[in-house]
Structures are given as C-alpha cells and as structure tokens.
C-alpha cells in the first residue's frame, strides 16, 4: 500500500496535469455528431484545442461561449443561449457537450437553468441533446473530467431504457480516460473474438484514431459512438468497466439498468489480460480462440526474452492516478523498481499500488525524485523529454499530450499483443540507456597509467 504524499508548494512550477475541461471535452470528441462547447474565455479553449490538434494530428471540432470582461462580471447566460442555437442551426449536431471552465465555475454560472431557458426560447432544436457537465480547471485533472463527461452521458441517455428487453450478444464497455484510440481497437477486436458487440462509452477509437472521411471535412466528430448506441445500453447482458476513475458512472449505470458489471483496473500485463478473458468467456459461453491463446503465448515469452532487462531497472512515472498505477503494476510485475512516482491529482486508486510512496505534485516534484534516485526509465508525457535530458533517463512517452512522436495516440498497449509491444519498447529504451553509461575506470589504474 502506497503513502499518498500531498504537495507543499503554493503553485505548480511545471506542471504535469492537463485541466478537467480538456477531459469532459475528450470524453464528448468520442461520440458521433457531436459538438463540445466549452464556456468560458475564447483563450482558454483555443489552448485546449491545441492541445487536442498536436495530439491526435487531427481537426478538431470544439466551440467556445467566448466570455470576456463584460460577461464575466454582468452575466454570460446570453452567450450560452446564442452559442448552443449557432451551433444548432450551423452544425445541426445530434449531441452538445456543454463543459464549464474555471472562469464560468468562479463566476457560478448556473449552467443547467441556462439550458432550460434555452429550450424555452428554442423549442425547434428540441432534437439536440445538451448535456451540461462541471469542469473546473482548478480541480481534478484531465481524468476526473473525462470521467464527470461519461457520468452525465448515462445520466442523460441511459435512464429511460432500465428494464429494456436484452440482448445477449451485446455488453457495455466504459473506457477511461488513459486508452488511446490504438487500445479501443484493440478492445473491440478483442470482445468481438468472442462473438460479442459492444458499445464503448466514449468511444475515441472511431472518431480520433486518423482516418479520411469521404465528405473530406465535417464540422463535428467524425465518428464515435451512436445517440442510437447509448440509447439501447439498457438492453445489454453485461457491462465491462476500465478505469478505476469511472467508479462512480458505473455505479449510475448499474442503478439504471440492473445490469451486472466486470470491473478492472487495466487490461496491461498477463494476470489482468486472463482476468478480462475469463470474464469475456463467462459472458459469451465461448472459449477463447486459438488466436488469442497464440498471443498469450507470446506475450510469456517476450516477458522471459526481456526479463534481464526489467529486473532491477530503475522507473519513474509521472501521469494521471488510473494511467500511473497501470503502468507501475505493470513494471513491478516485470521486476523493475518503481523509485519516483508522481501523479496530477488524488484518487482511490494510488494506495493500492504495490510501491512506497505516490506523490501528488508536478514536473518538478518528479524530477527532483527521478535526479536523487538516479532513473533509468522515466514515463511521461512530452513534457517529460525536458526531463529526461536534465536527468539523462530514457524517456518513454505516455499520457496526454504526446506532440513530439508521430502515432503516439495509436499505440495499444492492452492486451495481450499490447502487453508485448510494451514490453519490447521499454526494454529496448532499457538496453540503450545502459549502453549508454561511461564504464567505470578506477582512479587508481588512471594514477599507474601516469
């Protein structure tokens, strides 16, 4: 069980966390036809949406209230009403994620009574859904955002299905913030092996992972999951949980629909992919295929291949809590020592991680620990490379955003055959590091050589 070490500093000198709103904005980018709509400066969300951009290399739809001096003070409900009625009659959306900021939330914008007097002044959009979500910057993170967006989903469009006939081929799956595009289609292909269908809340894998629509350009998300889909979730036979953080929309979903759940923490390593495949095998009554049974004897054998590697090494991991403690069960299960774990905010998650301490803190906090325990590997997003040059660790990249490695976003490291790419890339960047080390010359060889 991990101490959960809180910060001492009165600000974040380099910071680590991406904010709540960029999460809920995420979460929204995963369903189809859809428009974010995040209130508050025009700045703040041109800053998300570059993120976004440099992340995914991709167009992003994502709108603005554009509240300036004038607003902030008198009141921005008038911008709230004019946005979602431009939006509808421009972009003729099915679903509107409205996402608060730090400014609207100091400013206690009362977003849901906003809405209703939108419908009361626009009864002809009574076919988009607006679905309010509070996201203040100066709370949470990008995962506790993500996951508030998802609750609010099934608040809005799973309710009125409990009770629904159900249909035995099809499970709910609720993603978390920490798996890419890459891993939600390892997912899908995964879960179809065994003749299910499933419907992935949200599903990024079909709106950001990097194709070309025939339109050749669309103002909404390109793809994700279906109104239709998320209407229907009620009639599934089961539903399948990633991510500690989606606790609470699991629970909702669970009193809505009566629905029994499988929960994991991650599908990263041998015992957790068995632990997902057995729960798959429950649910269908199939036997897992014998192309799966290939990648699992694979992946045994890239962790026999590689063990010399990982036994001993030296990591640190700096990300949100659902992302950090996959990724440090991961490496304590390879045998290699976790000595500075640093995450971007709080959560349930972080004590139970087979490590000494987590520290909830920024880029600094981390690199004072990763310089004092002198690091081998260091895990973090592309702030991270900054670093890994001071400290002279290797660098492999995870979480958001990742802007200096081209397909980032698209690696899949669940799984079976996920696990094993894994596997391999950080054993790869292990074995470089430690060529790379001076071979120790005794001083006294130096003095006789004199």
């Known amino acids: 069980m991990a101490d959960i070490l809180s910060p001492t500093k009165p600000l974040a000198v380099n910071p680590l966390k991406a904010s709540q709103p960029i999460g809920a904005s995420l979460a929204f980018l995963g369903i189809e036809d859809c428009m974010p709509l995040e209130h508050g400066a025009r700045g703040c969300t041109s800053f998300n949406k570059l993120f976004f951009m440099r992340h995914f290399n991709e167009p992003i739809p994502l709108q603005t209230t554009a509240m300036d001096q004038t607003t902030t003070v008198l009141g921005a409900d008038d911008n709230v009403i004019e946005a979602l009625a431009t939006i509808c009659a421009k972009n003729r959306p099915k679903v509107i994620g409205l996402v608060t900021t730090g400014l609207s939330e100091m400013q206690g914008a009362d977003v849901p009574r906003t809405v209703k007097e939108f419908r009361r002044s626009h009864p002809e959009f009574a076919s988009v859904a607006v679905i309010p979500v509070s996201a203040s910057d100066t709370l949470g993170c990008l995962e506790t955002g993500f996951a508030g967006a998802v609750e609010a989903m099934i608040k809005e469009f799973v309710g009125l299905t409990a009770g629904a006939r159900k249909d035995p081929r099809q499970v709910n799956v609720l993603a978390s913030a920490m798996l890419t595009p890459g891993d939600l289609e390892e997912l899908r292909i995964w879960i179809e092996s065994f003749g299910l269908e499933p419907i992935i809340l949200p599903d990024i894998g079909l709106s950001l992972d990097g194709h070309l629509v025939e339109s050749g350009y669309s103002t909404l998300t390109y793809g994700g999951t279906s109104r239709s889909a998320l209407e229907k979730m009620g009639e599934s036979v089961a539903t399948f949980v990633i991510g500690r953080s989606l606790s609470v929309a699991a629970d909702l979903l669970q009193e809505a629909t009566a629905i029994p759940d499988w929960r994991f923490d991650q599908l990263i390593g041998l015992s ?178 004199e």
């Open 272 to 449: 957790e992919c068995d632990a997902f495949t057995q729960a798959l095998a429950e649910v269908s009554g199939q036997r897992p295929s014998s192309y799966l049974q290939r990648k699992r004897e694979q992946l045994t054998d890239a962790m026999v291949d590689c063990q010399f590697q990982f036994g001993g090494a030296k990591v640190g991991i700096a990300a949100d809590p659902d992302l950090l403690g996959a990724l440090a069960q991961f490496f304590v299960g390879m045998g290699a020592k976790i000595v500075a774990a640093v995450a971007s905010a709080r959560s349930g998650r972080l004590e139970d991680l087979p490590i000494e301490s987590v520290v909830i803190g920024d880029l600094e906090d981390f690199e004072i620990l990763v310089q004092q325990e002198g690091a081998d590997l260091i895990v973090a997003n592309s702030h991270g490379a900054e670093v890994a040059r001071r400290t002279g660790a290797a660098l492999l990249r995870a979480g958001f955003p990742i802007y200096d490695a081209y397909g980032a976003h698209s690696d899949a490291w669940i799984g079976y055959g996920g696990t094993r790419r894994l596997i391999f890339t950080a054993a790869n960047l292990l074995a470089a590091h430690y060529q790379e080390l001076q071979p120790y010359i005794s001083r006294y060889r130096n003095e006789a050589a």
